[in-house]
């Protein structure tokens, strides 16, 4: 048996929802209240299963309350109810979250009753765990990956299967700022720009939803925190391979002149870039910065082994950063540089058409300090 909670301000709306409840054999409701703030003070103590909310209603509305439902942890599954058809969008045609419209119809409401009981007997079903609360034979943190594909590992070889590509998204920028808490209308703005307010609430509230029952499955209880009307990720759950990079870029460029371990292991950690394979518009600040960190590293790594006469190291650097950076002018200086160490001329000649060439297209050429380089070689000038 399912156990509701019910909120509505419209008395009859409340005794109507309950009586459908109550015919389906299949919900008990526990409680109902008027208001969100007595609402919230039940629900506490009750622990239902389910809140069916009306999300027009004066002070708390549906939409807050299910905000505090979720920060607080109350594993309660939310299925919205109103009058107005402005919110019911396609987005909730799914599973967890539902969405009812005023009148009530009963094959529709048949339908929200058969996934609740689908959610609730997940819900029922939690991992194993150990002592300290974490999934049993789970690392102490979860593994998350930002560089290349967006990737939550839970316990074993367990990965977090995203729901909608919105879901994802939330995670991505909730990962990505993980030392910060997150204004929900920064996150409405970053993720719907485009859309009405209100509608945008609705949307962001269900990814919220799916994002702490998906990571739950994956054994990480509280782990989406929302207080003050902010979100963020619980300190210290998550560790993030883009977060280790950059504390590795730090280290490396705090590092002496000529030691070359700090800059291989920060570049070794850059495997792909930030959300490789995503559109974030939100996030392109955050994946311009992080090339340029990474190629700036490149050439710094290419410039110590310079001057320590690795030529075969300064080689790979420096290809690794065109490969990257095709028009850098600096890395083909430093790949020249290379190739003349090592007696490889006519590479050197190969380059510097190269370098006019991709030059060219932007309708300037190499410059005066490439030219002398080049000449210094003993190369002719009208290469």
């Given at each position: 048996?399912i156990?509701?909670?019910?909120?509505?301000?419209?008395?009859?709306?409340?005794?109507?929802l309950?009586?459908?409840?109550?015919?389906?054999?299949?919900?008990e409701?526990?409680?109902?209240?008027?208001?969100?703030i007595?609402?919230?003070e039940r629900?506490?103590?009750?622990r239902?299963?389910v809140a069916?909310?009306?999300?027009?209603?004066?002070?708390?509305?549906?939409?807050?309350?299910?905000?505090?439902i979720?920060?607080?942890n109350?594993?309660t599954?939310i299925?919205?109810?109103t009058?107005?058809?402005?919110?019911?969008?396609?987005?909730?045609d799914?599973?967890a979250?539902?969405?009812?419209?005023k009148?009530?119809?009963t094959?529709?409401?048949a339908k929200?009753?058969?996934?609740?009981?689908?959610?609730?007997?997940r819900?029922?079903?939690?991992?194993?765990?150990?002592?300290?609360?974490?999934?049993?034979d789970?690392?102490?943190v979860p593994?998350?990956?930002?560089?290349?594909?967006?990737?939550v590992?839970?316990?074993?070889e367990?990965?977090l299967?995203?729901?909608?590509?919105?879901?994802?998204?939330l995670?991505?920028?909730?990962?990505l700022?993980?030392?910060?808490?997150?204004?929900?209308d920064?996150?409405?703005?970053a993720?719907?720009?485009?859309?009405?307010?209100?509608?945008?609430?609705?949307?962001l509230?269900?990814?919220?939803s799916?994002?702490r029952k998906?990571?739950?499955?994956?054994g990480?209880?509280d782990?989406?925190?929302?207080?003050g009307?902010?979100y963020?990720?619980?300190?210290?759950?998550?560790?993030?391979?883009?977060?280790l990079?950059l504390?590795?870029?730090?280290?490396a460029?705090?590092s002496?002149?000529?030691?070359?371990?700090q800059?291989?292991?920060a570049?070794?950690?850059?495997?792909?870039?930030l959300f490789?394979?995503e559109?974030?518009?939100?996030?392109?600040?955050?994946?311009r910065?992080?090339e340029?960190?990474?190629?700036d590293?490149?050439?710094?790594?290419a410039?110590?082994c310079?001057r320590?006469?690795?030529w075969?190291?300064?080689?790979?650097?420096a290809?690794?950063?065109?490969?990257?950076?095709?028009?850098?002018?600096e890395?083909y200086?430093?790949l020249m540089?290379?190739?003349?160490?090592?007696?490889?001329?006519?590479?050197?000649?190969?380059?510097?058409?190269?370098?006019k060439d991709?030059l060219?297209?932007?309708?300037?050429?190499?410059?005066e300090?490439?030219?002398?380089?080049?000449?210094?070689?003993?190369?002719?000038a009208?290469?």
């Amino acid at each position: 048996m399912i156990r509701a909670f019910l909120v509505d301000d419209e008395e009859h709306a409340l005794k109507l929802l309950s009586l459908f409840l109550q015919r389906t054999g299949e919900v008990e409701v526990v409680g109902q209240a008027s208001n969100g703030i007595d609402a919230l003070e039940r629900m506490r103590t009750l622990r239902p299963d389910v809140a069916f909310l009306d999300i027009e209603m004066p002070g708390l509305n549906g939409l807050e309350l299910a905000e505090r439902i979720g920060g607080e942890n109350l594993d309660t599954q939310i299925v919205f109810v109103t009058a107005y058809d402005q919110y019911a969008i396609s987005a909730f045609d799914r599973e967890a979250v539902d969405y009812l419209l005023k009148p009530l119809e009963t094959e529709r409401l048949a339908k929200t009753i058969q996934r609740l009981k689908r959610e609730t007997g997940r819900a029922h079903r939690p991992p194993a765990l150990s002592e300290d609360g974490r999934p049993a034979d789970a690392p102490k943190v979860p593994n998350v990956r930002l560089l290349g594909e967006i990737a939550v590992a839970g316990c074993g070889e367990e990965r977090l299967k995203w729901r909608t590509g919105k879901e994802k998204e939330l995670f991505a920028l909730l990962a990505l700022r993980c030392r910060e808490r997150l204004q929900r209308d920064f996150i409405v703005d970053a993720l719907w720009p485009d859309e009405h307010y209100q509608k945008s609430k609705v949307y962001l509230h269900t990814c919220v939803s799916f994002l702490r029952k998906d990571l739950r499955r994956l054994g990480y209880d509280d782990a989406l925190r929302y207080e003050g009307e902010k979100y963020y990720l619980t300190p210290g759950l998550f560790v993030t391979d883009y977060e280790l990079l950059l504390e590795a870029l730090q280290a490396a460029k705090a590092s002496v002149p000529e030691e070359l371990e700090q800059p291989e292991r920060a570049l070794a950690l850059y495997r792909a870039p930030l959300f490789r394979d995503e559109d974030y518009v939100w996030a392109e600040n955050d994946k311009r910065k992080l090339e340029q960190a990474v190629g700036d590293l490149r050439l710094e790594l290419a410039r110590r082994c310079e001057r320590r006469g690795d030529w075969s190291r300064l080689i790979e650097a420096a290809q690794e950063q065109l490969a990257a950076s095709p028009y850098d002018e600096e890395a083909y200086r430093l790949l020249m540089k290379g190739y003349s160490a090592i007696g490889k001329h006519e590479e050197v000649v190969r380059l510097y058409r190269e370098l006019k060439d991709k030059l060219g297209e932007l309708g300037i050429g190499p410059s005066e300090l490439t030219k002398r380089l080049y000449i210094g070689f003993g190369l002719p000038a009208g290469e």
